[in-house]
């Protein structure tokens, strides 16, 4: 999948990771970019088509994909992070929350596009998940658990796509500076570079793009008898 004239649809593009996903778009010859969020008015980058778009609203995704029929590239990069393990007070709330979003809004906005990628050829979808796919600790145990799901989600729709030619990508990586990381002491990347990783890799045709050197020991360890997600941390 080349970026150069691809339509692209970023879903939580109005910071972080997801702005640094519409910029990127742009600046590597995408045709358009619409540039999803909760509320258009804080996307704030010249050049891109904001859109409303919250992924746990049924009606909202449903219109999306009706209004952005041109889409040839899904970004499903919308997610929300919480910290705790599985025994805390709160625990089952806070899992059901942010599967909402990281594992249903992901669920949802690839029904809705899925006929728009095979409408123009098959197109692309790039499924932003994290090293806590494979590797849980109690700093990020109901988060990490939506992961998975979402690596999960990942996996079975490259295969249910393959026959209409979408060519479906997952990014893992490890912690990144944004907003969402912050107070939390851990090396980190910058945005742009995981984004710079991830279109590279999609460009490559990559089905798994591990856009860090911390993801990739991981993924590496998977097979090992002492696997890193059965090691103690924090």
């Known amino acids: 999948m080349q970026l150069a004239h ?38 704030a980058l010249p050049g891109v088509h904001p859109i409303r778009l919250d ?4 009606d909202q ?28 007070d709160g625990a089952l709330e806070s899992a059901r929350h942010q599967l909402e979003t990281n594992f249903f809004g992901m669920l949802r906005m690839a029904q809705a596009f899925a ?14 998940l994290s090293i806590a796919s494979w590797i849980n600790r109690p700093l990020l145990g109901a988060y990490g658990a939506t992961k998975s799901a979402a690596w999960a989600l990942t996996n079975g729709l490259r295969h249910e796509l393959r026959g209409q030619g979408t ?16 107070g939390i ?29 911390m993801t990739r020991q991981v993924k590496r360890s998977l097979s090992a008898d002492q696997a890193a997600y059965l090691q103690a941390g924090s």
């Open 6 to 43: 691809a339509v692209v649809l970023v879903t939580g593009a109005n910071r972080g990771i997801g702005l640094a996903f519409a910029r990127e778009a742009l600046a590597r010859g995408a045709r358009k970019v619409y540039a999803a969020a909760r509320d258009p008015a804080g996307v």
């Open 55 to 58: 992924v746990t609203a049924a």
């Open 61 to 88: 995704v449903a219109r999306a994909a009706r209004d952005c029929g041109d889409v040839t590239l899904l970004v499903n990069n919308a997610g929300i992070p919480a910290t705790g393990g599985f025994l805390q």
């Open 115 to 128: 006929p728009v990628l095979a409408a123009h050829g098959g197109g692309a979808m790039l499924n932003v």
């Open 167 to 182: 060519q479906v990508s997952a990014l893992h990586m490890g912690f990144v500076d944004t907003d969402l990381t912050r």
């Open 185 to 213: 002491e851990m090396p980190k990347s910058t945005p742009e570079a995981i984004v710079r990783a991830a279109f590279d890799g999609l460009e490559a045709g990559l089905d798994e793009i591990l856009a860090d050197e």
